[in-house]
């Protein structure tokens, strides 16, 4: 039997693999030289076109195979690297190429997802939302049917929340708890139904109000001049 040249350290017995119950046996290849020819032929294959080797499935199975003078020990790691290698770089030519950058957003995409980002930003620099249990407590008792009527209406303001519920910016209603007089007229002159567009317009200063918010100046009951500026949003630009 002719062994490969591996120092002691790096080739442990099969009986040192699978002594113990706790130890998995760890299989070791063979390589049949001497009388391989047989084989081969028999594949009809010559000897120079494969390498005939053979893995134990057991401790067992590998003293036996051991005992043949025929046999050339190595890795079953290392033969498997260096017999497989030349399959494997095939097989990775042949995998199809992705293109990652197809998967990634587009300018107008990410400007959408900034979008969102920047009113949620609104959103909670103006106090947050109230949900739709907290907003039937503020208008007293008033019915699930009666809130969404009145965000139809253009009389209570609600925007996507988790989940896709709506929520209530907390910035529409008075101290009292009653929703700031002269909303509706307000949404209605603004140039879009985008309701992240209208929280925007009420909770940013704005010039045309003397660099005041128009919410505060609706709460000052300063109705009509809102309405103006709301009405002159698009104005270029502006």
């Known amino acids: 039997m002719t062994r490969g040249h591996e120092p002691p350290s790096e080739r442990p017995s099969a009986a040192s693999r699978s002594r113990g119950s706790r130890t998995a046996y760890v299989p070791t290849a063979y390589e049949i030289r001497d009388s391989a020819g047989k084989a081969l032929a028999q594949l009809g294959l010559a000897p120079g076109d494969a390498r005939l080797v053979v893995i134990p499935a057991s401790a067992r199975a590998e003293r036996k195979l051991t005992q043949s003078a025929e046999s050339r ?6 033969f498997a690297t260096s017999a497989l290698a030349p399959i494997a770089g095939t097989a990775r030519s042949k995998r199809p190429v992705i293109d990652k950058t197809a998967f990634a957003p587009n300018a107008r995409s990410r400007a959408l997802l900034e979008g969102v980002r920047i ?3 609104d959103l909670r620099a103006s106090g947050g ?10 208008l007293h008792g008033i019915s699930r049917q009666r809130v969404v009527r009145r965000v139809n209406e253009h009389t209570l303001l609600a925007v996507p929340g988790p989940s896709n519920r ?6 529409q209603f008075m101290p009292d ?3 700031v007089h002269g ?6 002159a603004l140039p879009t139904h985008n309701p992240w567009a209208a929280l925007n317009f ?7 109000l003397h660099g005041r918010t128009p919410i505060d100046v609706l709460k000052a009951g300063k109705v009509a001049r809102v309405v103006e500026a709301a009405r002159r949003v698009s104005d270029q630009g502006a």
């Open 73 to 78: 020990r190595a890795t079953a790691r290392r």
């Open 119 to 121: 009113a949620q930003g």
């Open 129 to 138: 939302a109230y949900d739709l249990h907290q907003v039937q407590i503020l």
């Open 166 to 171: 709506r929520v209530y910016p907390t910035i």
């Open 177 to 179: 708890g009653t929703v």
């Open 183 to 188: 909303l509706k007229p307000v949404l209605e």
């Open 202 to 208: 009420l909770i940013q200063p704005d010039h045309r």
